[in-house]
């Protein structure tokens, strides 16, 4: 029997969320593990932000790009 731990559910939600085309700011920020307000921040720069109602999503693949050019 296998016992869920905070942490199972954890590494659960971020191996799922890794599979997504688009996420919450929330889900992100823990993919990328960083702080909720630098998330945000990254992804307006990166123009990665889709708005649809209340909800904003973050296409992934060019938050991705984004980072990539922040090495350089």
Not at 6 to 16: D, F, G, L, P, S
Not at 48 to 62: F, H, P, S, T, Y
């Amino acid at each position: 029997m296998i016992m869920m731990t905070k942490e199972n559910t954890k590494v659960r939600t971020t191996i799922e969320s890794s599979k997504k085309k688009y996420v919450r700011y929330r889900e992100g920020a823990e993919l990328y593990s960083m702080g909720m307000t630098k998330f945000q921040k990254l992804t307006k720069e990166a123009h990665a932000r889709i708005k649809i109602g209340g909800i904003v999503l973050v296409n992934r693949e060019a938050f991705e790009k984004y980072l990539e050019t922040m090495g350089e």
